[in-house]
Structure formats: structure tokens, C-alpha cells
């Protein structure tokens, strides 16, 4: 059975920090990227990860605060937020490729507020 799932989302305040997690299950993906979606605005892709190299990249706003990383033992993947800003605010989701085409996670919402 073909899972993708989110956690690792909630509330926090300006300059904090949260970890998401994807892990993956059922199949085994080439990359995964995580995107945001924030209310009234289109879907944009803020990093990702190749499962073989490791090699990363990032959405520019997001580079030096936002670290993606992988645990290919678990089929996992994580999205460590550092200094959080308002603008963060968003639901994430994560996206799995593999060589067939791609899943997507049901995504799961950050915000960051005082």
C-alpha cells in the first residue's frame, strides 16, 4: 500500500523552528521535494532531495534558514525551519517522484505567529 505522510507541523512563533517529515511507504522514490501553499496564492516549490546523491536545492527564499535532508533506511525525509518568519506561514506538503510519475503528501499546515 502506497503511503506518503506528513508531520511535524503547527503553530510557532516568529524565529522559531520546526522539522517536517515525510515518510514514504510502498514504493521507493528518486526524489522528494517539499512545497507550500499559502492562502491565496499559488503552490511553490521551497526544496529538494535526491534519494542517490543527496544533492539538495532550495527556493530562494528559504536558503540558510531551511535544511533538507533524507534517512534512506526509513524512506524518509525532513524539511528542518529555522528562524521562521510570518511569511512561512503556509500548509506543506511533500511530493514523492518516482519512476512511474509521483505521489503527493495530504499536506499539513505551519503557522508561524506571535
Known amino acids: 500500500q502506497v503511503q506518503l505522510v506528513e508531520s511535524g507541523g503547527g503553530l510557532v512563533q516568529p524565529g522559531g523552528t520546526l522539522r517536517l517529515s515525510c515518510a514514504a511507504s510502498?514504493?521507493?522514490?528518486?526524489?522528494m521535494s517539499w512545497y507550500r501553499q499559502a492562502p491565496g496564492k499559488e503552490r511553490e516549490l521551497v526544496a529538494t532531495?535526491?534519494?542517490?546523491?543527496?544533492?539538495?536545492s532550495y527556493a530562494d527564499s528559504v536558503k540558510g534558514r531551511f535544511t533538507i535532508s533524507r534517512d534512506n533506511a526509513k524512506n524518509t525525509v525532513y524539511l528542518q525551519m529555522n528562524s521562521l518568519k510570518p511569511e512561512d506561514t503556509a500548509v506543506y506538503y511533500c511530493?514523492?517522484?518516482?519512476?512511474?510519475?509521483?505521489?503527493w503528501g495530504q499536506g499539513i499546515q505551519v503557522t508561524v505567529s506571535s
Open positions: 510502498g514504493f521507493t522514490f528518486s526524489s
Open positions: 511530493k514523492a517522484r518516482y519512476y512511474l510519475g509521483a505521489y
Open positions: 532531495i535526491t534519494s542517490s546523491s543527496g544533492s539538495t
